[in-house]
């Protein structure tokens, strides 16, 4: 299940969340997968706050470049699946963390997490790491196996390939996890905040015992310093054991809403669950599935023992109701350090954007627009960072809503993914159906589609300097109309079918992308007037009151 980071303000009375976790009075050197995932990038500051160094391993590093951490860890290339470049980031570990699987690529992902379980595992131990710790799904007592859902089962396998494997293992087994910004998280804040009166499937009478994201990064940091001959799982779970509804009401309680009406019924299937989830809030069906189908059975921690080697500090574990405020409280205050959406959507595209601008590797439509913007590029800067989310995409919304619910439909991630933060962006993070593939402060924003697409597509802002009619560039101020904004649309379809779909939708691409380029230098133009404006006024009231003193 999605995990998060610690969801709750450092107080004079409330320490981190690496705090709780027995110190090892000596640095260990851990290997992290995943850190570009949800979870993963919220472990390795827990890591290096408690002292250890770290090292990721990573498909795309480039993706943890903007990091806060990323000055203080290593990163190297490579694919669990891989066993050269698995090998290769093994060297030299204590403890390698596992936190990756390959749910939604495709029919055969079980087949893909056995294989990449295995080669970690057999790596690990020819590297000579005395530890790997993995968290997987906690699994309902009494229930064959076979009877699981596919991504319960897959999780269940590779926990038991590890504590079968040649390296000593401790699997962590959680059922759903609180924190700002998981998938679980999301889920419920959406479907309780907008659905006052619901017909929901069976499954939120289903019990489970949720666990706050804080208490679960505190166990896997403490479990990198576990004895040298403990090998096995344990069950990690808060102290409240509830149904879905349970958590729907008490969601409800402490956001100050009224009681959600809850109707029951038996005919909801996780399959249809999942795309009414996806209608009614950001989590796309392919993540939401999984998540719906873990709870069709009862899910309860049936016991408590990794306080033997990960002792509970005192009010913990955390209980829901606090949970819940936490991670309520980091989303108001856009403090989401990760989100669900961290991940890689499954079935995305990666490709890099070409470099060439006369790409060889085939047919790349451009669609190019620049408008002279009179205002500073710092003040245009700040708009084209926050483009998306909450503050569109300055141009024909009904076209963006539309296609939004097109990718919906076609099984894609849709338009209200989001943002993790309302003025920051840094490589990596999504926003709204695109991602951000490189971002050069004050310049250069790239983002490449997730979109469902017959090709691969990307979208570049910039923010130049440009030279006025009748001065020189170095002469510019604000004002002047001395800053270019230029965008370009660039898609490489595949097949015949990309190419019909470039023509077919490129007489809208004035409307679009042209009325785009004219907003955002509006928008900028508008920002630099407020600003200049602002500080004239806190200059007059400087002079005000300087002038009184005197």
């Not at 040649?166 to 700002?180: C, E, F, N, Y």
């Not at 009414?276 to 921690?301: D, F, N, Y």
């Amino acid at each position: 299940m999605p995990a998060g980071g610690t969801d709750e303000p450092a107080a004079p009375d409330e320490q981190p969340a690496a705090d709780g976790a027995p110190s090892t009075g000596h640095p260990l050197r851990c290997l992290v997968t995943g850190a570009s995932g949800y979870i993963g990038g919220r472990l390795v500051p827990e890591l290096l706050r408690a002292g250890h160094r770290v090292r990721c391993l990573a498909r795309s590093p480039e993706r943890l470049r903007d990091q806060d951490w990323a000055d203080s860890a290593a990163v190297v290339r490579g694919d669990v699946t891989d066993p050269d470049s698995t090998a290769e980031a093994m060297r030299d570990i204590d403890v390698a963390y596992y936190l990756v699987h390959a749910l939604g690529s495709g029919d055969s992902f079980e087949e893909t997490d056995r294989r990449a379980a295995r080669n970690f595992a057999d790596r690990a131990h020819a590297a000579g790491v005395r530890r790997i710790v993995y968290l997987g799904g906690l699994t309902p007592e009494g229930v064959p196996e076979r009877d699981l859902s596919p991504h319960l089962r897959s999780r269940a396998e590779v926990g038991r390939i590890f504590l079968e494997g040649p390296v000593q293992a401790t699997v962590l087994r959680a059922a759903v996890i609180i924190g700002s910004g998981s998938a679980s998280f999301e889920m419920l804040r959406y479907l309780t905040e907008r659905l006052p009166v619901m017909i929901t499937p069976s499954w939120v009478s289903t019990r489970t015992q949720p666990v706050a994201v804080r208490d679960v990064l505190r166990y896997l940091v403490g479990s990198a310093d576990m004895p040298p001959e403990v090998n096995r799982g344990f069950d990690i779970g808060g102290p409240d054991v509830v149904t879905y509804a349970e958590m729907m009401q008490r969601y409800a309680a402490v956001a100050r809403l009224p009681r959600r009406v809850i109707l029951p019924v038996p005919v909801l299937t996780p399959r249809l669950s999942s795309h009414w989830i996806g209608v009614v809030t950001p989590v796309p069906p392919t993540i939401a599935r999984p998540l719906t189908e873990s709870l069709r059975h009862e899910v309860v921690c049936r016991e408590h023992d990794i306080t033997d080697h990960v002792p509970d500090p005192p009010g913990a574990p955390i209980g829901i109701d606090r949970a819940l405020t936490l991670a309520l409280r980091r989303v108001r205050d856009a403090d989401v350090a990760t989100r669900w959406s961290s991940a890689s959507v499954p079935g995305a595209p990666s490709d890099p954007l070409p470099t060439d601008p006369d790409w060889s590797g085939g047919s790349l439509y451009t669609d190019r627009r620049t408008q002279r913007v009179d205002a500073s590029p710092e003040a245009l800067w700040r708009v084209i960072e926050g483009i998306g989310g909450d503050n569109g995409w300055y141009s024909f919304p009904l076209a963006w809503a539309v296609r939004g619910g097109l990718d919906r439909l076609m099984g894609g991630v849709g338009l209200r993914r989001g943002r993790r933060d309302a003025q920051r962006l840094r490589v990596g993070d999504t926003l709204d159906f695109w991602r951000v593939e490189e971002i050069e402060p004050g310049r250069l924003l790239r983002l490449r589609a997730e979109m469902r697409l017959p090709g691969l597509a990307w979208l570049e802002l910039r923010a130049d300097t440009a030279e006025p009619d009748g001065q020189s560039a170095g002469d510019a101020s604000p004002g002047t109309g001395a800053t270019e904004y230029s965008q370009r649309a660039l898609f490489h379809p595949h097949g015949l079918l990309g190419h019909l779909y470039w023509w077919s939708i490129s007489p809208f691409h004035a409307v679009v992308f042209g009325g785009m380029a004219r907003n955002i230098a509006r928008a900028a133009e508008h920002r630099a007037r407020n600003e200049e404006a602002t500080e004239q006024s806190r200059t007059t009231q400087a002079t005000a009151v300087g002038v009184d003193r005197g």
